[in-house]
């Protein structure tokens, strides 16, 4: 099956620096990848929606200067939270779906857990 | 407003015995659902999906799901469950018709499994 990955695992990193988390197709070209924010015991809360080569768009409330996305090529794309903060501390996964305009199986990574001290 | 219930954030069940996880959904139309299944460490698992069709859909894992739609639901069942099954299990939809920036998963907000030997 369809597998992607995440890289860090999991990072924890001091106040006011900048993160970059991974995110990779290993066997699929995923022309559509999601961001998803989840705090404990509670549910995916979607961030943004990225397509190949455009701009991510943002849901309503994420802070796109802060939660930059990259979606450079069909099987990488980058998160960076920029000067993190303790409040951005979280668990973020991310999805990757084959094509943009209609539906298809989501696959998802395995979650990077970010700690900010 | 549209939503995603999953009423039981938490439910324990004994290694053997049945499972259901209800999940009731709250939009004009009929969406695309879906139950996914988190375990520590994975990434989300798709169990099965419902688009149309037979309103009894088998999955994987010994898993079924019935969609209701005089209820609008789509609850999650298994008749005999597994220590290995305890996970979180998501309810999720995709609203029918959007193309694009619209066609993504909205998710519940998690029923945890204990299973007790």
């Known amino acids: 099956g369809a597998v992607v990955s995440q890289h860090p695992s999991w990072v924890i990193c001091k106040s006011g620096t900048s993160v970059k988390i991974e995110c990779r197709s290993l066997?699929?070209?995923?022309?559509?990848m999601f961001w998803y924010r989840q705090f404990p015991k509670q549910s995916l809360m979607l961030m943004a929606t990225?397509?190949?080569?455009?701009?991510?768009?943002?849901e309503q409330g994420v802070e796109k200067d802060k939660f930059l996305i990259n979606h450079a090529s069909l099987t990488l794309s980058t998160l960076t939270v920029t000067s993190a903060h303790p409040e951005d501390s979280s668990f973020y996964i991310c999805?990757?779906?084959?094509?943009?305009?209609?539906?298809?199986?989501?696959?998802f990574g395995p979650g990077t857990r970010l700690t900010v001290l | 407003a549209q939503s995603v219930t999953q009423p039981d954030i938490h439910i324990t069940v004994s290694e053997g015995a049945s499972l259901e996880l209800r999940c009731n959904y709250s939009?004009?139309?009929?969406?695309?659902l879906f139950w996914y299944v988190q375990s520590p460490g994975q990434g989300l698992q798709l169990l099965l999906k419902?688009?149309?069709?037979?309103?009894l859909v088998q999955g994987i894992k010994g898993f079924e799901a019935e969609f209701k739609r005089s209820q609008s639901s789509f609850n999650l069942r298994k008749p005999s469950v597994h220590w290995s099954d305890a996970a979180e299990y998501f309810c999720?939809?995709?609203?029918?018709?959007?193309?694009?920036?619209?066609?993504?998963?909205?998710f519940g907000t998690g029923t945890q499994l204990k299973v007790e030997l």
């Open positions: 999805s990757a779906r084959v094509l943009a305009y209609s539906y298809n199986e989501q696959f």
């Open positions: 066997d699929f070209q995923a022309t559509t």
């Open positions: 990225s397509n190949e080569g455009s701009k991510a768009t943002y």
């Open positions: 939009y004009g139309a009929t969406p695309y």
């Open positions: 419902y688009f149309s069709g037979d309103t």
């Open positions: 999720a939809v995709v609203l029918r018709g959007l193309t694009g920036g619209g066609n993504k998963l909205t």
